[in-house]
């Protein structure tokens, strides 16, 4: 075993692929993780299927020409079927992306970050993350094209910009723009607030002068029906008192030749006999009479 599997076993390890090659010919047969059989003269050539994120610093300008820093953290994909293709032109994987990636995300990076200002930079991060994916992809795969390798080898699957370093002028102007702007939206802000307030201070005054007139309105209408039932009730009072005047009569026995119809008015009752008086007085008892 310690002779045999060394010289006839290919190992591929879990996230590689591998191709064999032997005096500097590359086989095209794609070797997924597993154990695999080879020939003692063949030697492998692995490539990483996936990259785990790691971040690369980069130096590029803004579009005032200021140089700026940013990381960079993109994640790469192999197509395992453009290994063989990958290994005769570039090596192993390590070559490959010292060779082809990194220097392209510095490019695409400074081509896109150089189109923004630092405050495009800062507000708009997913945009500028985004044309820089697809600035990098495409630059990559020209770059494989030239040798012959398939455009859609190494695929750029995600790009994070995990931090934006400005320098102090730059920081200083961006502290008093962003200051200034604070102060406008602010003034904005308070203006279109108190032009509200008026407009809600008009309608209620509108509103209040509307009810005022309703209300007014309503109490005219109250005080001429109230002035109509008064008056209706005035025209019966004289009646009412007189009925009034009869039972206080009829209640003080009916004896009184007089009825008190008001201040200034009686009735004279003559010629009624003690019978009819007391009939008058109580009709109950004058009726066994």
Known sequence: ???AQPLFLLQVPAGYGAALAFGGNVDDTVYMPGPHLKMPW???IYMKLWTIAEARETTPTDSNNQPISATVVPQIWIDPAAIPSLARNYGDFESLIKGVVDPQISQATRGKTSLRTPEQLIWNRP???DD?????????????????VDRNAV????????QFGFSKPVRDTLENKAESQV???????????????????????????????AAAQAIAK????????????????????????IMKWLKAGGHSPR???GNNTQVIISGIDAVAQASIANPKATDKQ
Do not use: C, F, W
Request: cysteine-free; proline content about 1%; glycine content about 6%.
């Open 259 to 261: 009825i008190q119809l």
């Open 222 to 245: 109250a005080n001429a029906y109230k002035v109509q039932k008064v008056g209706a009730a005035n025209a019966v009072a004289p009646d009412v008192a007189k009925y009034e005047a």
């Open 42 to 44: 063949q030697s492998a």
């Open 155 to 162: 695929h750029v699957g995600l790009v994070a910009i995990t």
């Open 132 to 148: 820089i994916q697809r600035a990098l992809q495409i630059a990559i795969s020209d770059q494989l094209q030239t040798k012959g």
């Open 183 to 213: 102060k406008t939206h602010t003034a904005n802000a308070q203006a279109k607030i108190r032009g509200i307030e008026a407009d809600m201070n008009g309608r209620v005054t509108e509103i209040i002068a509307d009810g005022e007139a």
């Open 1 to 3: 075993q310690l002779v």
């Open 127 to 129: 945009a500028v993350v």
